[in-house]
């Protein structure tokens, strides 16, 4: 492999941190994002996702790249296969990453990207990871600001996973051939309820911050009453159903796999990031 590695959304909290990862191990790397964003250690593009013409010059001289749907995209399908199909087209390897459970039923639109990757021929490696960590500092701060975190989960238990090491297992995906061909489970090392975890993140920034069990009409009001588009708030509240049925509990072992090492626990996230969690 002797290509640049294309990046998509990647100054978003995903991107940026494969971005990191693949600088640090010496790839060269285009950064994508709407405006070419300056990235250190990049070279900044310009890339749309409705905007086919954009397509070229992110892809010249590519051979690897890493796909995600940014957040707020409700159809994943549409956003994701005209640039998948100009890839795989040039056959450009790709890592795709989706959302952890979608492989449980082809009608889910996550998996129809991934089945779409499939029949291509290219070479891929999917990553399906769960609930972030990262969650804590960005859809759920306003509640750790004021000191209730309030979701639909009720008693259920997720094993949180860093987006530290979903960028890191992405690096390993893009810059070997090991993994060509599977899907990938990224969790955190334990299942936590969101009281336990509330727990964990008062212990690390200092304030005390509650668990609050709402159900779904409660919580899409919270979220529409912030700023966020109805569409998009029942959606957040729709996938909190695996949650509540234990379906995101079990942790797997693929970020070792991938990577070589144990993935970060909640408390390590929460003590790197307390100064965030706490302003």
Do not use: C
């Not at 593009?45 to 992110?58: I, K, N, P, Q, R």
């Not at 009720?154 to 599977?182: M, P, Q, V, W, Y």
């Not at 379906?247 to 070589?260: E, I, R, S």
Request: net charge negative.
């Amino acid at each position: 492999m002797t290509g640049k590695i294309l990046v998509l959304a990647a100054n978003g909290t995903v991107g940026r941190k494969v971005i990191d990862a693949l600088v640090a191990k010496g790839e060269s790397v285009k950064a994508a994002t709407r405006k070419a964003t300056p990235i250190a250690g990049t070279d900044a593009v310009a890339f749309e996702y409705h905007d086919s013409t954009s397509y070229g010059g992110a892809l010249d001289g590519v051979d690897r790249m890493f796909v995600l749907t940014p957040g707020g995209h409700l159809d994943p399908v549409g956003l994701l296969t005209p640039i998948i199909s100009a890839a795989t087209a040039r056959g450009i390897k790709i890592v795709l990453m989706t959302v952890i459970g979608v492989d449980a039923d082809d009608s889910i639109p996550y998996r129809q990207v991934e089945l779409l990757i499939e029949k291509t021929g290219a070479p891929f490696v999917i990553l399906r990871p769960n609930w972030f960590s990262d969650n804590f500092q960005s859809y759920w701060i306003e509640g750790i600001r004021h000191g209730t975190i309030a979701v639909p989960a009720a008693e259920g238990k997720t094993s949180f996973i860093d987006a530290r090491d979903i960028a890191e297992s992405a690096a390993a995906a893009l810059t070997s051939d090991a993994f060509n061909g599977r899907a990938f489970n990224l969790t955190g090392p334990e299942a936590l309820s969101y009281g336990e975890a509330a727990a964990i993140l008062s212990n690390a920034i200092g304030k005390s911050v509650t668990y609050t069990p709402v159900d779904d009409e409660t919580f899409v009001g919270i979220l529409t009453g912030a700023g966020a588009p109805e569409n998009y708030a029942r959606f957040l509240a729709a996938i909190f159903h695996p949650v509540r049925e234990g379906w995101t509990a079990a942790p797997t072992g693929d970020v070792k796999t991938l990577t070589g090492h144990e993935p970060r626990s909640l408390e390590t996230y929460a003590r790197d990031n307390a100064a965030a969690l706490a302003s």
